[in-house]
């Protein structure tokens, strides 16, 4: 009798051990998991570039300033603006996920200049539209919804001309970035 009661008390005591590790952990099923997959954004010109044209030079300089907004060239300075070669703004591409608002970032006062015969002159206060709407720094817009979600905007600014600039053709480049907001 003696016996069985310590091989009753043994088996109690195991299987207790075994309750208690059994409840010392616990499994939940079915957590959900999920991501959020983003076309990456691109960029790319879709046309010869900003292209300001003829300019007369004069013995005071000037500006001449291109709105993207209407492809419109104006002065200040007295500059004339000549009509034998053609002119236009920057127009780039950009694609991405659609419905995604983007920012678009242009260059700084003072970073671009156009080299040639004679003295750089500086490209300055770069501006931007979509279609005829001219954007506010900082620029953003928005991708439409569409499958293919695409979307062109124009690039514009200012030329410095210098007072008695050497006749020639000037040339340059820039950069112009988009990013997911």
Known sequence: MRTLSRLLLGVALIVG??????????????????ARIYVPISVALTNS????????????GGNVILDPATDI???????????LSPTNSAVLKVSGKRSA????????????????????????????????????????????NASSATL????????????NQVDGDYTGTFSVTVAYN
């Open 152 to 163: 062109s905007f124009k690039v514009g600014g200012t030329l410095v001309v210098g007072a």
């Open 49 to 60: 570039g900003l292209i300001f044209g003829d300019v007369f030079a004069n013995v005071t």
């Open 73 to 83: 060239r104006t002065t200040t300075g007295g500059l004339v603006l000549g009509t």
């Open 101 to 144: 608002s983007f920012a678009i970032t242009l260059p700084a006062n003072g970073t671009v200049t156009l080299t040639g015969p004679g003295t750089a002159m500086a490209l300055n206060a770069f501006t931007a539209a979509v279609g005829t709407v001219a954007l506010v720094a900082p620029f953003t817009s928005q991708l439409p």
């Open 17 to 34: 051990g075994m309750a208690f590790a059994q409840t010392s952990s616990a499994t939940a099923g079915n957590v959900p998991a999920t």
